[in-house]
T-cell receptor, first 110, second 115 residues
Framework: GIQVEQSPPDLILQEGANSTLRCNFS?????LQWFHQNPWGQLINLFY???GTKQNGRLSATTVATERYSLLYISSSQTTDSGVYFC????????????FGKGITLSVRP | DGGITQSPKYLFRKEGQNVTLSCEQN?????MYWYRQDPGQGLRLIYY???????QKGDIAEGYSVSREKKESFPLTVTSAQKNPTAFYLC??????????????FGQGTRLTVV
């Protein structure tokens, strides 16, 4: 099945700093999503981005499907950005499944 | 408000007992999913359903069972055959079946602990 690798596994930032989170995947996809898991465990949808670039406030994401990677940018980080960030991908085809990476744990310090 | 509701948030079970986790959605989505998350890990697919009265095994279906009698409901039973049931369980739904690239949305999760 498709492989999803996220890097770095852990990231510590000072409040106000910028960061880039990376997701590499091993095959073509027709769905790529970025999620933020908050301290209570809920998965919050950040971006649905199988290709192209999107922005939402301080967050933006870019997926280069031909090169099989996606980047999540966090600018002017805040303590509330702390948590785990997951990338999940779904290849095309009947019965293919959304496959998750292991996540990136972000800690933003005041 | 539209969304996915899981209940209960916390569940304690004695070894040897079956327990059922509830998942309800009012998004009119066709597909529903159950994932399991262990500490420090990503999510792994247990079961999914593309339509009412249909469901398929995911990657780790052993020890679990599901039903899909109504479009909006997809309960998961953790049976006594599941050897390591303590985990965080997440339910999800999407408007289209898997493989069509539809965005998935998640409930708030149920934390199951076997005591």
């Amino acid at each position: 099945g498709i492989q999803v690798e996220q890097s770095p596994p852990d990231l510590i930032l000072q409040e106000g700093a910028n960061s880039t989170l990376r997701c590499n995947f091993s095959d073509s996809v027709n769905n790529l999503q970025w999620f933020h898991q908050n301290p209570w465990g809920q998965l919050i949808n950040l971006f649905y981005i199988p290709s192209g670039t999107k922005q939402n406030g301080r967050l933006s994401a870019t997926t280069v499907a031909t090169e099989r990677y996606s980047l999540l940018y966090i600018s002017s980080s805040q303590t509330t950005d702390s948590g785990v960030y997951f990338c999940a991908v779904e290849p095309p085809g009947a019965n293919s499944k959304l496959t998750f990476g292991k996540g990136i744990t972000l800690s933003v310090r005041p | 408000d539209g969304g996915i509701t899981q209940s209960p948030k916390y569940l304690f079970r004695k070894e040897g007992q079956n327990v059922t986790l509830s998942c309800e959605q009012n998004l009119n989505h066709d597909a529903m999913y159950w994932y399991r998350q262990d500490p420090g890990q990503g999510l792994r697919l247990i079961y999914y359903s593309q339509i009412v009265n249909d469901f398929q095994k995911g990657d780790i279906a052993e020890g679990y069972s599901v039903s899909r009698e109504k479009k909006e409901s997809f309960p998961l039973t953790v049976t006594s055959a599941q050897k390591n049931p303590t985990a965080f369980y997440l339910c999800a739904s999407s408007i289209l079946p898997p493989g069509n690239g539809a965005e998935a949305f998640f409930g708030q999760g149920t934390r199951l602990t076997v005591v």
